[in-house]
């Protein structure tokens, strides 16, 4: 089967067999196909779109292109359930989901990601934690899992590895946001994950992918369709990020703030409380350890208030080398910026909005995220006490507090943020944080 006549047929907007999809993958795994006939393979994808059936071939070819993992000699005790964030600025659920969900009787092998553009990666945040392993083995992973009932690392070489091949190639050629190759993209490395469950967060707003409401409904549609037809059981939620989720951005910033969280040294963000709280609620009914989303929150609930949940999270990060006393040492720990200065309000009113990509940038520019894909992240850097949509504030007050490694840097920052809040002398309308739930 020569790969540039399948490639002609999806250019010609062909509906491509099972067979063909798995000739391409197979070719992307085994670098017969060059990179110029996988590029060409992703942009005849990117404007001939794919039908439902060539997507869930695609995703299931690209999965069983490594490793798939199977839990059932473990004989775990509980579902093996995930969640998995179509990213944002802010985004520290997954620190506390993970271990709210183990706490619960659920097993959660969480596959992360890096910071990509603007956006805040899971991988990155954990990286601050001195001595966590980011990327173990499989035996430790399946171990950690086992033992302690979630383990939140990075995607090894060995699972869908023609997917990490193809998102490098995507990633250079503009092919970045077509909804096929993200939804297939997404779900391989889920179902190579052997789950059964997935509860998915597809962001939407300014700091989001999906900047629309309608575009986040196309891709959590799509990404429930697929799943569903690869038998992979889901819900999807779709949920603001048109502001900053939490008060702080930055890696080692938002450790922090997740730690806060689960140990409720603070008062917890509502918003960041609803998403965690709503995501926990569908992953335990969708694993049947609740009998309703309802059930499910309070359960998640409970476990947070008893300290359950910060065991988990304490027992994981020693587990894959972290310190013993992470959770009731964590300043010791994180690395912290030398310069720490506030960004005051220039005028009084309102925050009526926030550019979150905006945001993101700054943190970004700080050294808080790569501009390149080799670059080095400075995970000390970043932003706390963000100001929230709707606060009063007058002349001078706290915005946020910006971390940096210099002066000029700071400054920056502060520039940088003070142009992406939004201020009016009207009281913004209030905008739920979970605004859609999409199922099967």
């Known amino acids: 089967m020569l790969p540039q006549e399948i490639i002609r047929r999806k250019r010609d907007g062909q509906v491509l067999s099972a067979e063909e999809i798995a000739a391409i993958v197979h070719g992307i795994t085994d670098g017969s196909l060059s990179e110029g006939q996988v590029a060409a393979f992703a942009m005849a994808v990117f404007f001939r779109d794919m039908a439902p059936e060539e997507c869930v071939a695609f995703t299931l070819a690209l999965a069983r292109s490594g490793l798939t993992l199977d839990w059932s000699d473990l004989d775990l005790p509980g579902p093996v359930i995930d969640k998995h964030s179509s990213g944002g600025v802010g985004d520290k659920v997954s620190l506390m989901l993970a271990p709210i969900v183990a706490a619960c009787g659920g097993f959660v092998p969480m596959i992360s990601g ?50 990490r091949r193809l998102y490098g190639v995507r990633d250079v050629t503009a092919t970045v946001e077509s909804i096929p190759l993200l939804v297939s993209s997404i779900l391989s490395k889920k179902v190579a994950a052997g789950l059964d469950g997935l509860v998915m967060d597809v962001k939407c707003g300014s700091g989001a992918f999906c900047q629309s409401e309608a575009m986040a409904r196309d891709l959590a549609q799509a990404i429930v369709t697929v799943a569903n037809r690869a038998s992979l059981p889901i819900v999807a939620l779709i949920t603001d990020m048109d502001r900053v989720l939490g008060g702080s951005v930055g890696n080692a910033l938002e450790v922090a703030e997740a730690v806060a969280y689960l140990k409720d040294e603070q008062r917890r963000d509502a918003r960041l409380h609803e998403v965690t709280m709503a995501l926990a609620g569908e992953m335990l009914a969708l694993g049947h350890l609740a009998s309703s989303v309802g059930e499910g929150r309070a359960l998640a609930e409970a476990v947070l208030a008893d300290g359950r949940a910060a065991e988990k999270f304490a027992r994981m990060v020693s587990a894959l080398g972290g310190p013993d006393d992470f959770v009731e040492c964590v300043d010791r720990y994180l690395p912290r910026a030398p310069v720490v200065k506030p960004c005051r309000a220039d005028r009084s009113g309102y925050v009526a909005a926030m550019d ?57 920052a502060i520039d940088a943020v003070r142009q992406a809040i939004h201020l009016d002398d009207a009281l913004p309308p209030e905008k739920p944080v979970v605004m859609v739930r999409i199922a099967p």
């Open 114 to 163: 890096r910071g990509l553009g603007h956006t805040g990666g899971t991988l990155d945040k954990l990286d601050s934690i001195t001595g966590y392993e980011t990327q173990p083995d499989i035996a430790t992973f399946r171990k950690v899992v086992r033992d302690v009932g979630c383990a939140v690392i990075g995607q090894t070489d060995d699972l869908a590895p023609a997917d």
């Open 356 to 412: 979150a990509r905006q945001v993101g940038i700054a943190v970004v520019s700080l050294g808080g995220g790569r501009s390149h894909a080799d670059d080095a992240i400075d995970p000390s850097v970043g932003l706390t006490n963000v100001i929230a949509v709707g606060a009063r504030v007058r002349a001078g007050d706290e915005l946020c507090i910006v971390h940096a490694t210099s002066e000029a840097d700071a400054d920056s």
